[in-house]
């Protein structure tokens, strides 16, 4: 059984990093094959990719964010990673982390905010 | 960037009536291995997106039979036949092909 899990700090103050964790299992990030994507979404309106990292470590990320957008992962501990450097309101959003693989699951997605 | 373009922004539709929604795509998504890498998604209200059809035409697992994916390589179709109440959300489509990836704008569906 697949699943997903996302983790963040919920509330961040502009100009601040973002750290996001996705716990999952049922699958490994060492297994050929296998990859992790970000996909955020503001409150009511659509999906954004952001990124994604592979089983080799290959990592592709959306240019619209330039060079702010940072992918990991722990194979050992089932987790993939993003961080968003310097962010402001426009990175308030739901942010989810799907298997890749036609993100074919996703998490319950974890809600950030930013504000000053 | 490729762009998906999305019609109609929303449906209404009878329970048990039939519903298509289009998705365009600014360049073919037949890769050279002959796939054509578009995929079609379900967003219930307060839930995560779900994977309905994969590849343009394959159902994903779980999913009823009722929903149907066709196209082309840069038209695309997705047909629930029989809708039901369950199916109330927002449609979206994604391409696959090239980074970066890309989504459609989104379909909404309610019930009447």
């Known amino acids: 059984q697949v699943t997903l899990k996302e983790s963040g700090p919920g509330i961040l103050q502009p100009s601040q990093t973002l750290s996001l964790t996705c716990t999952f299992s049922?699958?490994?990030?060492?297994?050929?094959?296998?990859?992790v994507g970000w996909i955020r979404q503001p409150s009511g309106k659509g999906l954004e990719w952001l990124a994604n990292i592979w089983w080799d470590d290959d990592k592709y990320y959306n240019p619209s964010l330039k060079n702010r957008l940072t992918i990991s992962k722990d194979t050992s501990n089932n987790q993939a990673f993003l961080k968003i450097t310097n962010v402001d309101t426009a990175d308030t959003a739901t942010y989810y982390c799907?298997?890749?693989?036609?993100?074919?699951?996703w998490g319950q997605g974890v809600m950030v905010t930013v504000s000053s | 960037d490729i762009v998906l373009t999305q019609a109609p922004l929303s449906v209404s539709v009878t329970p048990g009536e039939s519903a298509s929604i289009s998705c365009r795509s600014s360049k073919s998504l037949l890769s050279s291995k002959g796939i054509t890498s578009l995929y079609w998604y379900l967003q219930k209200p307060g839930k995560s997106p779900q994977l309905l059809i994969y590849?343009?035409?394959n159902l994903a697992s779980g999913v009823p039979d009722r929903f149907s994916g066709s196209g082309s390589e840069t038209d695309f179709t997705l047909k629930i036949s029989k809708v039901e109440t369950e199916d109330v959300g927002v449609y979206y489509c994604?391409?696959?092909?090239?980074?970066?990836?890309?989504f459609g704008s989104g379909t909404k569906l309610e019930i009447k």
């Open positions: 590849r343009m035409s």
């Open positions: 049922g699958f490994s990030l060492s297994t050929y094959g296998m990859g």
């Open positions: 994604a391409q696959f092909l090239e980074y970066p990836l890309t």
């Open positions: 799907a298997r890749i693989g036609g993100f074919d699951y």
